[in-house]
Each structure stands twice: as structure tokens, then as C-alpha cells.
């Protein structure tokens, strides 16, 4: 769909204005992400209170918020053990105590014996007897009416209490100008295939619930209503990826048909063949490439799998078609490591290399980016140096995101806007080794194609992992020297320090210096994030070709390097790091023949989070396994990270028990937009209005 979706008939009747309530109500309601009547509508409670029965006092259950009413039959201001008042209510079928502990002057007043009151809290065994302590309590009269349906209760701000927002949303549920507003956005053929409840009797019953209802389904939020709303959320997002998709289906990309020369000429002389999966998602994305739309192919593969040699003959398909490629890596290391690695497969075959770093010489900086702008240079290859503005590439055909989830949607932006003219787009590939459990790349990914590398290169035997304390790293150390005694090598990774880089720099050094002590006779290096480009290559060669023995190293060395005579990994504070960051560390070990052992070594006492996560790394080794477990652990917002914020959340679905519903949204969304694409805007519009623009980068 191009253009705007705003259909400003449909704007300005969902504007919340000054007719509606005052400015300062809604400068607090905007605070709370409510800029017009549809957020309002969406409002929903957090949970519900049952103001709807009373509970004789004998017959409460404990432990659940009743209410309970009866006559005040003694009152009094404790000062001992601190001050409180506290009334002891009756209703004939016992006695509850009621303490305040925080109270003001017009409570004592309020609450002397004879007076009738309701009280709504939570029922438990004190030192007395059964009490309630800070219930919600009011002064009442004989016969006054019950609440006939559940009292939601709602998110609410400073300054803004429960009882402005109930009233704001009764004004909003009876005007009955919203009826468009509140009209379905799914026809009733869809409604009835999928057993969904209507969007107007969803939303007011979960505002205005029934005494009847069942609290529970409220409450655990699996009522129908409430997988409407549920379900619509979905289908929101899955309409936008659609939507987005189409777009870039409509936009125009260099075809680059497979010609099997250049890539002919590298499969010949790789020492390996490629494995299944490699020539699978080999295929797809070749096919891709060969299509005059711009590919946005999302290529997944454990640690390990074989991601850069796919990346590789992929570059080499737009290369034989006469385009440049880019591939972007998120760190120094590794950039400089492709740029080895692949200058070595790619000299036999003549084809210019250049690397792009940002902490490149001048002259070297000039040469390459001249190399890229003639069209010289076939593939380059760099940080995120690459999509800066000075570089332009003469034919952009292919550009390769490495460790994808490391960027931002803005950085992978840039590099697909770096063709010359801005009409032809170049393919992306983007790759990523945390793997993306299937619920998540079927919502927040779902505009992306997936290749996924299930299979490991043959020979590799899974890596070891042990846990041991801290209190034996004399004994680990020794094992180093057995270990590098026999011709392998070793990484030791230092302390992850989140709050200063300093203190985590000064850490490194220290362990350097120890181990370079008590190890004097094996050969020691040492890598950490602020050392200069060029020294933490020349580190990282010396270690590559066996010349340092141990290598010494802060996280820097987290990502995609590949050295596969190292069989041996200590992890200093293992229990500090996340669980991708502990997949990934581990996943540098185990690369040639030899068995790989992982050594976590941990600090007690250990945190709940930090033992689950031990012991989820200990026990897994496959990664699609472990990143299920970390987003169960974490949930998307945080396992997506901060840098993929670009991505509106979801509010009310729980992704791993609403999973159905995302299967049913996506085939939904793909029917609504053949079938009605008039609802699907009115529904896409109401959902993310505005930020529906930020779905289509
Ligand atoms: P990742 O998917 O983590 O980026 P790499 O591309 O770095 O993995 O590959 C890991 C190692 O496996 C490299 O040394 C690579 O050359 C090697 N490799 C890749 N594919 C195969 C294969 N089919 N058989 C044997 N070794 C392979
Ligand atoms: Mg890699």
C-alpha cells in the first residue's frame, strides 16, 4: 500500500480534545501513551477488584482480595510496637481486624465504633485472629447497592487516579458519536472461522465485565475478549510486515543470475564441501539474487555452521554479474578476520578486496574508498565504517549484515540506501547466529525471508561444559599448561564489568600479568577493546598461527572469530554474561578436530537468574534451544534488545502462550489484504497509526 494510511475523517473522530477533558488530564494521559480515543479504548485494566458480593468473615477465603462488611465495634490508636489504628470489624459470623498503619486524623474520625463499613483486601491469619491489613475502606449505610460489574483496575501516572480514568472511559463507552469507531475491523465470515469474539462486545466487556464473568479468564487474560484484543494486536503487526514486504516487492534491485563461473571456480577449491543446509539456503538465496526485487533474506545458522562461506559464493553471483558487494561485520576483529579470510579464497579468482576500517590510516582509508566509488574494488568489506557518507559504491549490488542482531533496523537502513541510483536498491543479507526462536521471526521478523543453517559442518564434536567455582582457578590454571602442552590453544576471557569499561580494561591487564607469571613458560597474548586496530590484528595473527599459546581477551573476541586449533575456553565470572553472550563465547571453541572443553567458572553466592542460566548453558548446547530459553527468560523486549527498538512492542500477547493466535493472524492479515484492504487500513491505522510509518524502513 503506498502513500499515507491516515484517512483524516477517521483522524479527527478519535482526536481526544479539550471537549473531551481539560489539557493538563491530557498531557498526563499522553504520558501514559494515550494521544487519542482508540489508545483510550485500548486502555485496558491491569486486573479486576470483585466489589460485586460480600463475604460473610468466616467464610472468606485467605489469601484472595474479598469484601467483607460489617458494623465497627472497637477502634483504637496503637503507638506500641509502632503507631497504627486499628478497628475490629463484626458481621455476625465473626470478627476481622483491620489495621492502618499509615493513616491520617480523618480516618480515626471516619472509623469509630457502630459505624458500617466495606473493606476490600486481602484476608490472612494475624496475631489476633484473621485481619486485613491497609484494605480499601469506606464508611457505608445498610442496604447501600453493590458493584454490578467487576471494578477494573488501570495503569495510571502521578496525578491521574483510578477514578479519573474509569470516568474518562464511561464518557468514552457511552458517547455514542464513536460508533464507527468501535465498528469491527474483520468481517464476520473471519470472526466465525476463527472463533472470535466481536471488537466492540470485547472491548466493553473487558472495561465493564459482568458479574457472571469468570475473574480467572480475566485475570489470566485467556477470556475470548480478551484474545480479541489479542489477536487484532497481532494482526496489526503482521499487516504492517506485510505491508512492508509488498513495498519492497514493488522496488527494483539489479537481477544477478547465477553463472556458476566465479562460484564454480571458489567450490572447487574450498578444501571442504559445503553441507546440506549450505547448499539449501545456498539456493534460496541465489534464486533471490536472480529476481529484480531487492532480496531482504535473513540467513541463520548456529555458531559454527558455515554462514561466511554461503555469504562468500553469494557475493561472488553479484560479482560475476559485473556489481559490487559489501559485507558489514559489528567489530574490528571480525571485519579484519573476513577481510583475511575471504582476500585468501578470492585472490586465485583476481577479484579486488579492500577493508574499511575506522581507525584505518588516511592513505589506506583514501585507496580503498577510491577502490569502491571506480567500481575497482568488487567486495569490501568493514565496521560500520562502511555506510558512512563519504562512501559511495559505483554498483552496489549486494550488501551482507553480519551478526545482524548487533545493528539497528537505522545501520541496516543506510547500507541498503548506499546504491548510486536511489531507484535500484541493492539485496541484503543479513546474518545472524543468535538464533531467532520461530515466534519471534514470525512477528517482529515476519517481513524478512528466513534461511536457517540446521546443520552443523561434519566432524565437529559438541563442545564440553563444566562448571566450576572460583575457588579452584589454580587448579584450571594448571590444566591451561597440560593443555597448551599438547600443541592446542587456549582463550581465557576476562570479567565482563558492565559499569566501567576502566575497571574492566584494568581487570584484563591484571589477569594478563598473573597468568603471564604463573604460566612463564608458554607464550601469552593479550586482546581487549582499546587496543589500536593494527595491534589487535597483530594479536590476533600471532594467535592464528599458533605463535601465542594463550590468548588473554575481554569480550571483544565474542563474535564470529575463527581460530580452530583453540580447544580449550575459561570464562572468568561466567555467571555475569547472558546467554547469548555465553553461546557465543563458547561457540569459538570445538571449531577443528579436537573436542572442545568450556570451563565456567562462577562466583557465589549465585542469583536465581544467574543459576538458571548456568545451568540452561550447562545442559544445551544447541543454540536455537538456548535463545528459546533466554526469550522465555527475558521476553522480546529484552531478547530483541534495545537497538531493535525500533520495532513497536507488543502490549497484551504473550508470544509463547498466544502462539496460536500468531498463526491464525498471519494467515488472516494475508487474506484481509486481498479481500478487504479497505479494513485492513482502518485496522492498521487504529493500531499504530503513526508509528506504522516506523515499520517500513
Ligand atoms: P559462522 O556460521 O559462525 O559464521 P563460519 O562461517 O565462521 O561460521 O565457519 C566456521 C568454520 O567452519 C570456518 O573455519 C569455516 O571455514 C568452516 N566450514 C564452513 N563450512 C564448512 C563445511 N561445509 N565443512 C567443513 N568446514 C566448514
Ligand atoms: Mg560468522
Redesign the pocket.
Known sequence: MQGKLINNSAKVASELNATFASKPVLAKLSRLGVTNKFELLLHLPLRYEDETHIYPINDAPEGKVVQIEGQIVHSEVLSQPRRQLVFQVADGSGVLFVRLLNFYGSQVKAFTVDKRVRLLGEMRQGFYGVEMIHPKCRVVHKGDPLADTLTPVYPTTVGLSQQMIRKLLEKLLNSHENIEFFSDTLPGSILAHYQLAGFKDSVMLLHKPPPDVSADSLQTRTHPAWRRIKFDELLAQQLSMRLHYRQRRSRNAPALPAKNKLTGALLASLT????NA?KRTLAEVSQDLASPYPMQRLLQ?????????VATLAALQAIENGYQAAIMAPTEILAEQHFHKLSGWLAPLEITVVWLSGRQKKKQRDAALAGIATGNALLAIGTHALFQEKVEFDRLGLAFI?EQHRFGVHQRLALSQKGKKASIVPHQLM?S?TPIPRTLSMSYYADLDVSV?DEL???RTPVITKLIAESRRDEIIMRIRDVCHTGKQVYWVCPLIEESETLQLKTAIETYETLSQMLSELKIGLVHGRLQAQEKSAVMKLFQQGEIQLLVATTVIEV?V?V?NASLMVIEHAERMGLSQLHQLR?RIG?GANTGICILMYQEPLSEIARTRLKIIFEHTDGFEIARQDLNLRGPGEFLGVRQSGVPMLRFTDLDKDFDLLDAAQSVADEVLSTHPQLARQHLQRWLGEKSEYLRV
Open positions: 571442504f564441501g559445503l553441507t549450505q545458522g548456529d555458531v559454527g555452521s558455515g554462514k561466511t562461506v553480519d546474518m547466529a543453517i559442518p561434519p566432524g564470529g575463527d580452530p561457540g571449531r
